[in-house]
Every structure is written in structure tokens, then in C-alpha cells.
């Protein structure tokens, strides 16, 4: 027999005692992981693109000789250019007259000095710099300065701003809704379709955002085109921030496919589902001493029937065996 008796004296325990988990431990399933993490990469990227609605500026950036504009999705800023900067910053004289013009501003703190020192760092609406850009067009017309272009450039770009703002939040409403769908399913009632919705909401929300900021971007590169025209893509910083969202917004999907399996509370769902239809259909021929239902017995008649709408049954020619002879005569006359 072998020892039953350790060193210390104790006997053995036959039953091995497993440690209590705890609550958390025990709600911290692999789903229940892979659903927090959606919904942490969600919060960032619905948070992240209101953060970039909010920034005035920063969307794009054109920078010439003559002047500088940055764009924003509703405001723009027009300033001087490189060659100003680096002549006032070169030139002495230059310097000299600008302190000399900034202490006779100071001094004289009108009001029209106000104004026209916050008409030039003013921020214009892109509506409003539009209408200023076609009458500027017109008026070139007249001259043959050549700018025939600023009107629907500008046109586009304001289409292109309120695209992007109108049907982004669209989007991100997707985004939320396939959160929603997923913890609906894992939580709640978990059916195949229940899956399969989560499946096409993770799946379509990131991709129609990365095609319209694709869009965004087609139509604004246009604005190198604007006089002077120069090399180069126009893109500030928040067309960068909103693609590498676009991209984050993809790995729900890619977590959700990894872990698309069927659980099984679904199956359990399934299997009762198909046994409620079931019972609902054929319940009454389970019924022991019960005649079938009106309904039931023209589906019965229908499912009989559907062969013999068709051609002909491949048996129906078959032998049926001998004649059977007249009373009184003989069996060999009916062989």
C-alpha cells in the first residue's frame, strides 16, 4: 500500500481543493475582454474626430511666396506671405518702419486702427472668403489678370468641408451602434443574425470612413492649383489624425472576426427558436387522440402533391403483376 501519510503527520486529502475565483476574475471572460476593448478603441475614435471638428484650423495648408492661407473645415486664415517675412526681416529699414508704424498704432488707439488690426488677423468663414474670391475672379476678368479658377475651387472646397462634417458623425453613429449590437449579443440574447449585424456594422463604418476622408482629400487638392501655383499635397495636420482613426476604427472588426465564433448561448438560442417554430407548425399532431389543424393538413396535402405537378413518377409504369382469371376458367389462360 502506498503512503498515505506525509512527513508532517497529516493524512492526505483525497479531494483536491480549487482556489475561489473572484467576481472579477470571473466576469473578465475572453468575450467579455475582446468587448471592452472595442469599445475603448470606439470611445478613442469617436472622441478623436470631435477633437478635430473642433480645431479651427490645421486641415490644410498652402504657403507661397505672396501669402499663406490655413484652411479649417469652417474658418479660414489668410496672412502674408514668405517674401514680406523674410524682406521685413532682412531689411533694416524695413524693421524701423514697422516699430516706428506699430508705436504711431499704439499711440493713436483709434478705433479704425482697432478694426484694421483685427481685419488682418481676422479669421474669414469659407462662405463668406468664397463670395469675396469670386467677385475677385470677375474683376480679373475684366483686367485678363488670369485668375479664372478661384471661384470653383473655393466652391469645391466648401462642398468638400460639408460633406466631411455631415457624414462623419453618420458614421460614427455605425461605429456605436455596432458596440451596442456586440454587447446586445454577448450579454443579453446571443442569435446568429444578432452576429452577423455586428459583423456588418464593424465592417462598413470604418470603411465609409476612410472612403469619405479618401473623398475629402481628392477634392481639396485642389488647392495647389489656386495663383501661385505650387508643388506639392495641402494636407495639414488633422487629414493625418483623422486617417490613422480611420485605421484604429478597423480593429473592432479585426477582433470581432477573431473571435467570431459561435457561443454557446447562441446555439442554445438557435435550437430553442427552431423548437418553438416547430411546435408552432406540427404542435397539434404531437397531441395524442387530436386531428390536425386546417392549416396544417392543406401544408401536408400541398407537400403531396408538389411530385405529382411535376412529371410523371419514374415507378409509375411498373409491373403490377398477373390478371387474375374469370370464375371458372382456367389459370394457365391468364399466364
Known sequence: FGSSFPSTGLPRSPLRVRPLRSPLAMALTFPTVLLLANSAAIAVVVIGHVLTFTVKLGWLVKITPLYHIQVGLFKLKFGTGLAPMVVGFLSKSAQRGVVAAAQKLKQQKTEQAIIAAKEQHKLWDINAFREYACHVETLS?????????????????????MLYVSLVPLFLLLLVAGVISDFYYQKVHARERGRRLTTILYASAPCALLFLLFIYMFLTQFLVLMTPVNAGYPYGVCVWVAGVLDLVAFFPLCMHLYGNSRSLDELRNENRSAEKKFLRDYGDLLQYGAAPSAATHASGLAAAAAPAAGAAAPHAAAWVGPAQPAWGAPAQAAW
Not at 141 to 161: E, H, K, P, R, T
Open 141 to 161: 476678368g475684366l483686367f485678363n489678370v488670369g485668375l479664372d479658377d478661384l471661384c470653383y475651387l473655393w466652391n469645391v472646397l466648401q462642398i468638400a468641408s
